[in-house]
């Protein structure tokens, strides 16, 4: 139990961690005096490397190490990150000690971009190794639970006549007990750190103490995580499945040359069904004449060019997730900017901005049980295209809401001549701001969901333990895209000898004809998806009653493929 809890340790620290990050926008824009769109720049590709990179650390982790090594690694570079983050702040290095862009060195810079890349590389490997260490850990609790167990029935049929019976089952009830009372103290913490990150935390000016603090709680637990480094389960690596899939490519191109194969041709040990589709892969599969034992990188099994085969056919609508990303990275950047400089006072209490952060997750974790709404009226290998489908047209509505909310923030900014003013107060709540917040975070909740859903039932077996990996990884790419649709629309804006629509300041942008766009955007990517998942064959669901052919295969005659519910 105490290794469990060392565990959620890192988990606890990284929350207050996410409510000090969470603000890097408005750091950015106030103590570096970037541009709104360069600040944006810097998050969006940061926040878009970490899924990806997750994706990395997991081949990584199945090939080479096991988990413990990689959140060892990962807490540490965490912490380091966390460290040179505030490290970087004018105080401690900087050429004077005020929060302004003068007392940015270069030095600072340095600093700040390499802790950048260490939290990066923390918040990935922590991302792949928390949650299976976790469930190992839970794993081992078990099984000592119930070697306990058979320690107490051996004993009491020993001392059946000393009436030791009602003993029976004292190590499990204790066992029971203990994890009962260890989810009270767990679910204070979180209560604490949710209390500190989302309110106390942002009433902290100085900006090296608001990064220093969690660089604290982070050193903390990482060292209590060492201290019990021994007791965690160590699992061998097994090889990672995504290695098969560039075999598959390497032992194609190694018989490029050779002509498409019959099925009597292939190395099919385990009898599996050859597609039609995509035969050139098949080229993979192709018997070496003459070798008894067949080498890895020079033949695979039709059930390895099969598995290969499912992820190409499913690339057209994983590729229509990008917009999503697209879409969802506009949370922490420009609503955030917006939100910087409105009004934040609720009655006679000044609400700090991470506040938003906590709507945000409320409405996430609570837009997530949508998906299985879904499951329970539609069947299961169409509830996650159902719920894809509704997570865009909430991104298309999110993103309406926001051209109205930006509008109106701009004619109060010109009502008020605050254009050439971008420090100025504006007047107007901020909580103007929480619908846009809210329709986003149920976009990430559905969305999320759904294409972790789809992913499951579509992919083989053997990539099931990347899906998460492959949800946020393309939601990652996505947010990266988002610099480049930036660049686009502001190129487009410019012509003719027009104003950019992205200025140096939010006042003097016009944030609300971009968010038109994305909402332009969305609609075009809607109707995209709607057509290629409509033509994609389903594969049946696990507990499904209906025997579909191979899944992740498009329909060839494009008929009897309706969604019914």
């Known amino acids: 139990m105490a290794s469990f809890v060392r565990i959620l340790a890192l988990l606890w620290a990284d929350m207050v961690a996410s409510f000090a990050i969470y603000v890097m926008m408005n750091y950015l824009t106030n103590v570096w005096n970037l541009s709104t769109t360069h600040a944006a720049g810097i998050i969006n590709i940061w926040n878009?490397?970490?899924?990806?990179?997750?994706?990395?650390?997991?081949?990584?982790?199945?090939?080479?190490?096991?988990?413990?090594?990689?959140?060892?690694?990962?807490?540490?570079?965490?912490?380091i990150g966390l460290g040179l983050l505030s490290m970087s702040t004018p105080p401690v290095f900087g050429p004077c000690s005020d929060y302004k862009e003068e007392c940015i060195g270069h030095k600072q810079k340095v600093l700040f971009y390499i802790s950048l890349l260490l939290i990066?590389?923390?918040?990935?490997?922590?991302?792949?190794?928390?949650?299976?260490?976790?469930?190992?850990?839970?794993?081992?609790?078990?099984?000592?639970?119930k070697g306990n167990e058979n320690d107490n029935d051996n004993g009491n049929e020993n001392d059946n006549g000393n009436g030791n019976g009602n003993e029976q089952n004292s190590g499990a009830e204790t066992e029971e007990i203990d994890i009962k009372f260890m989810q009270v103290p767990g679910f204070f913490m979180v209560i604490v750190v949710l209390i500190t990150g989302g309110i106390g935390l942002p009433y902290i000016k100085p900006w090296s103490l608001r990064f220093g603090i969690p660089t604290i709680c982070s050193v903390v637990a990482t060292l209590w995580f060492f201290t019990g480094f021994r007791e965690y389960k160590h699992t061998e690596p097994n090889g990672s499945p995504l290695?098969?899939?560039?075999?598959?490519?390497?032992?194609?191109?190694?018989?490029?040359?050779?002509?498409?194969?019959?099925?009597?041709?292939l190395s099919n040990e385990e009898d599996a069904r050859s597609t039609?589709?995509?035969r050139f892969l098949d080229k993979a599969a192709i018997n070496l004449p003459g070798e008894q034992e067949q080498i890895k990188w020079k033949v695979c099994s039709v059930q390895e060019v099969e598995d290969?085969?499912?992820?190409?056919?499913?690339?057209?609508?994983?590729l229509t997730f990008i917009v999503i990303g697209i879409v969802l990275s506009i949370g922490n950047t420009y609503f955030l900017e917006q939100a910087n400089h409105m009004d934040r006072k609720l009655g006679k209490i000044k609400v700090p901005i991470p506040i938003f952060l906590l709507f945000y997750k409320a409405t996430s974790s609570v837009s997530a049980k949508f998906y299985s709404f879904l499951t329970v009226i539609c069947k299961k290998k169409y509830a996650p295209p159902i719920g894809i489908a509704t997570g865009m047209v909430f991104s298309v509505l999110?993103?309406?809401?926001?051209?109205?909310?930006?509008?109106?923030?701009?004619?109060?900014?010109?009502?008020?001549?605050?254009?050439e003013k971008p420090d100025e107060r504006i007047p107007m709540s901020i909580f103007a701001l929480l619908p846009q917040f809210m329709l986003l975070a149920t976009v990430d909740g559905i969305t999320n969901t759904s294409i972790s859903g789809f992913f499951r039932h579509q992919t083989p077996e053997s990539m099931h333990k990347y899906l998460e990996y492959f949800t946020k990884g393309v939601l990652g790419l996505g947010t990266m895209a988002s610099v480049l649709s930036v660049y686009v629309v502001g190129k487009v804006s410019e012509r003719?000898?027009?104003?950019?629509?992205?200025?140096?300041?939010?006042?003097?942008?016009?944030?609300?004809?971009?968010?038109?766009?994305l909402a332009g955007l969305s609609t075009v990517n809607l109707f995209i998806?709607?057509?290629?998942?409509?033509?994609?064959?389903y594969k049946e669901s696990p507990d499904g009653v209906d025997d579909e052919p191979e899944g992740g295969e498009m329909d060839e005659g494009f008929e009897d493929n309706k969604c019914c519910c």
């Open 48 to 79: 878009g490397i970490v899924p990806v990179l997750a994706i990395v650390f997991a081949v990584f982790v199945d090939t080479f190490m096991d988990d413990r090594y990689m959140l060892g690694f990962s807490s540490t570079a965490y912490s």
């Open 496 to 517: 003719n000898h027009k104003p950019n629509w992205f200025q140096y300041t939010l006042n003097k942008s016009r944030l609300d004809r971009y968010y038109l766009v």
């Open 120 to 145: 990066a590389a923390g918040m990935a490997g922590h991302l792949v190794s928390i949650g299976p260490l976790l469930s190992q850990q839970s794993e081992s609790e078990n099984e000592k639970e």
């Open 529 to 537: 998806y709607v057509f290629v998942a409509y033509f994609y064959k």
């Open 276 to 278: 039609s589709s995509l």
């Open 243 to 265: 290695t098969t899939t560039l075999r598959v490519f390497v032992a194609t191109a190694r018989n490029i040359l050779k002509p498409i194969p019959n099925r009597e041709e």
């Open 398 to 419: 999110c993103c309406i809401t926001a051209t109205k909310v930006e509008t109106r923030r701009l004619h109060r900014i010109r009502d008020h001549g605050l254009i």
């Open 308 to 318: 290969t085969k499912i992820g190409i056919r499913m690339l057209p609508v994983w």
